[in-house]
């Protein structure tokens, strides 16, 4: 450089001009089974099983009601029922205390009856295909296993065999998605020529998302399920995943359904083939015993003290509050709260939605005019007692647009006119 003086000078204007920054990476966000399945609040679960393993019984118990028909006959139920199931959640019982508002709105979550499923369902046996189009139809499975013998109720295979009956479902819905995805990848096959004409950028996203389609036929010929291999996917497949709403890429529990006396002594033979199979081929996924006929007997007593006596005697609980809680975190629903002496209301949102998203649930205005949303956690509150106290703390917070809503979140939103 002309500038450079003696040696060992250099001139900073050359060095800089030829020296690069090197791009910072960017980060690559985690996949995780929460982002697979709809954006949406109104989510729903399904309760899917063989014919006569209980499914219209626990429906009847979750709902508190006898909407859903109830026979000792294969396929009692066609139709797809759907009920209201509400959610306990002691965070509510605590701020309806704290408040005493004059109303009072517990978040609910939406349960459908399902027919039941027999081998060869997926080449039309039985109810066939309704049946997978009304699985299509939810976000989430409960998986009703019959894990009691009883020769007055019949079951479609003539024995009790829990496990036999889950690998017959499971491979139902495995076959449907390989039929689904080989007609979905023949469609995508006849758009090659038009998405070369249209554009590079067309062409590689419609390379993109054959190879998608490769992989996920792949996992299916292998036996396996999307949603219990997310190390397989990229957040470009999820997107495309999310598109065919496949049946295996649903969340899933398992309820088991046993007799009382096994229920009430916590032992079955039935539970630890179960819970081997689940651990090797749905791992994560919650699996809650109950008693059908017990839950039904409960649900038909008079008054609470009575079911609480009843309980006690018994030297028991009822399931159904953790078969609802869990069912509805399964599908990645989580609630908020705004709080007063007005009202008291659990809103009900999807994990991931931001904050005016949220607000949208209140009003559709509240996330068109969305400024802020003035935040408090529950436990925050429950520690320090008021949202003074909160407040003098340095706990209250003023959110923006990019803040994601958490899981007991009490919210007040600011909006425009």
Not at 244 to 257: E, H, R, S, V
Request: aromatic content about 8%; some cysteine; overall charge neutral.
């Amino acid at each position: 450089c002309a500038q450079a003086q003696r040696p060992g000078q250099f001139c900073q204007g050359s060095l800089f001009s030829s020296f690069k920054m090197a791009p910072k990476k960017k980060e690559e966000e985690v996949v995780g089974p929460w982002m697979l399945g709809r954006f949406s609040k109104a989510l729903k679960v399904g309760l899917v099983g063989m014919p006569n393993v209980g499914k219209s019984t626990l429906y009847n118990s979750l709902s508190k009601s006898h909407h859903s028909k109830t026979a000792n006959v294969p396929f009692c139920t066609i139709d797809p029922t759907e009920t209201r199931a509400l959610l306990e959640d002691e965070r509510f019982d605590w701020l309806c205390q704290l408040h005493k508002p004059k109303s009072e709105v517990k978040a609910h979550l939406t349960v459908v009856d399902i027919a039941g499923l027999i081998s060869g369902a997926s080449k039309g046996e039985g109810l066939g295909n309704a049946f997978l189009s009304h699985i299509q139809a939810v976000d989430g499975i409960i998986h009703v296993m019959r894990a009691f013998e009883d020769d007055d109720i019949i079951h479609a295979e003539d024995t009790v065999d829990p496990v036999r009956d889950i690998i017959t479902i499971c491979n139902e819905l495995r076959i449907k998605d390989r039929s689904f995805m080989e007609s979905k990848k023949e469609m995508h096959n006849r758009g090659k020529t038009a998405a070369r004409a249209k554009s590079p950028a067309h062409l590689k996203r419609w390379e993109e998302e054959m190879e998608t389609m490769e992989k996920i036929c792949a996992l299916l010929d292998d036996g396996k399920d999307v949603k219990n291999n997310m190390a397989n996917w990229t957040t470009k497949d999820i997107e495309f995943l999310n598109d065919y709403m496949l049946l295996t890429a649903k969340p899933t529990m398992f309820a088991i359904n046993m007799n009382h006396k096994d229920y009430c002594r916590k032992k079955n033979k039935f539970l630890k083939p179960i819970f081997d199979w689940v651990s090797a081929y749905a791992p994560g996924s919650a699996m809650i015993p109950y008693c059908g006929a017990f839950e039904e007997e409960l649900q038909d007593m008079a008054s609470d003290a009575e079911r609480e006596a009843r309980l006690k005697e018994d030297g028991t609980v009822c399931a159904m509050p953790k078969i609802i809680n869990t069912a509805f975190h399964m599908v990645h629903l989580i609630n908020f709260f705004t709080a007063g002496p007005d009202e008291v209301r659990a809103w009900t949102i999807r994990k991931g939605y931001k904050a005016p998203q949220a607000a949208g649930c209140i009003h559709t205005d509240f996330e068109k005019k969305f400024i802020m949303a003035e935040t408090m956690s529950y436990a925050d509150l429950k520690e320090l007692g008021t949202e003074a106290a909160v407040k003098a703390a340095g706990k209250y917070r003023q959110e923006g647009k990019l803040y994601e809503v958490l899981d007991g979140d009490i919210i007040f939103y600011k909006f425009g006119k």
